[in-house]
């Protein structure tokens, strides 16, 4: 079992940033490809950004290229998303989420089996 406890969230103006961090607890993360998800209001969840067990490959979704960076640090079962410029149409509850065992790099949210809890990012003026 895994728990997943993402912060960092908050309320920031366009063109602003924030960092969402994601520890895990309950066991070791570093053999597993990582995600983060968003899911705004009304919609569907999202993947945003994923990598790969030891870091080496990263995705992004077209709506987030050049403006997040995800990144992890295995020896702190952490995960990390740096987001910058972020835009009105960024707010959202953001997740973090570990693959299911077999997965290079994961894009599905049905490729993923445990999920954190979840953080509101909101960009307003």
């Known amino acids: 079992q895994v728990q997943l406890v993402e912060s960092g969230g908050g309320v920031v103006q366009p063109g602003g940033s924030l960092r969402l961090s994601c520890i895990a607890s309950?066991?070791?993360?570093?053999?597993?490809?990582m995600g983060w998800f968003r899911q705004a209001p009304g919609k569907g969840r999202e993947l945003v950004a994923a990598i790969t067990r030891n870091g080496d490959t990263t995705y992004y979704a077209d709506s987030v290229k050049g403006r997040f960076t995800i990144s992890r640090v295995n020896a702190e079962n952490a995960l990390y998303l740096e987001m910058n410029s972020l835009k009105p149409e960024d707010t959202a509850v953001y997740f973090c989420?570990?693959?299911?065992?077999?997965?290079?790099?994961?894009?599905?949210?049905?490729?993923?089996?445990?999920w954190g809890q979840g953080a509101q990012v909101t960009v307003s003026s």
């Open positions: 989420a570990t693959s299911a065992p077999g997965h290079v790099l994961a894009r599905r949210p049905g490729e993923y089996e445990y």
């Open positions: 309950g066991r070791t993360v570093r053999t597993y490809a």
